[in-house]
């Protein structure tokens, strides 16, 4: 009986209790107040480590690079971007917004002059997306447009067809290829996606942006043979630097260690050592160069 009686009781309770709220002693205002001061203190976070770029990370505004940079349509390469975005208004302001705000341009000499004015260009934000918005390019995933002071050219994955090497109308695809170094054409990355992500890391770089049919890579553009003199014309310099140690042979931006083999900005080193390989998911999609 004992032990029907205590189920009885409970089920009363439980029955009684059904639809009431349960309440903080108090009221329920402070802990609302510490769950909407905790989501608020994450999203600061989360927008902080995303919006300020990191401050020991190049190019700063101390920094004056320069990136060799062509655009490839089909067969041939297209006329370097006209105008330096530097023009002023009456009262002595710069007209072009973009150029403004971040200080990036060329010199219509097939030359990316990267000093940049504010963090809108620096570290992790020194991106090729950032240059082509001060001449107003839209590059998409599938489409390139220029705008009407570059020519209006739109080359569209789908839609405008180039003629390959057996002389077959066929369809263009968009890649950009970004160069480690300006004098080493086979030290590359190939991006199919997300072009305007495309990070500018060192000075010395080269990118070719490619409209033609699939695989074709025309190689460095025609401004990189000429690069470290028209950096100097600028008033900066262009160069990645080299250290070497006795008996090895060095490339731009390479440390060499005898023995070993350098591409410029990685260091190689015997096969008695390892290798591994880091993936930066950040980035925008790749493939293999």
Known sequence: MGKASSSKKVARLAQKGKGRKVRF????????????LAVAGTALIIYSRESIPNLNTPPTVEDHWHASYGFYACDEWLPDLAGNKEEQSTDGQLVNNEFRRTGIHSHEDGV?????????STGRNAKLGVFLDVYGIKFGNDKLE???DQ???????????????????????LVVYAFNAYDTPTDFTTYITNFTDVRLKQDGMAFAIVFAPAGEN???????????ELGAADGGTTGQTST???GATT??????????????GVTTVPSTATSSTVV??????????
């Open 25 to 36: 002693q108090g009221g329920t205002l402070f802990p609302a107040l510490v769950v909407g």
């Open 251 to 264: 490339v731009p931006g390479a440390t060499t260690i005898a023995g070993a083999s350098t591409v410029p």
């Open 218 to 228: 025309p190689g460095l553009p025609p401004s990189a043979a000429s690069l470290p």
């Open 146 to 148: 220029m705008p009407a």
């Open 280 to 289: 930066d998911t950040s980035e925008p999609t790749t493939t293999a160069g």
């Open 244 to 246: 070497t140690i006795a």
């Open 151 to 173: 020519g209006s050219a739109v080359y569209e994955e789908g839609t405008t067809k180039c003629t390959d090497k057996d002389g077959k109308s066929v369809d263009g695809e």
């Open 112 to 120: 990316i002059h990267w000093h940049p004015f504010s963090s809108e």
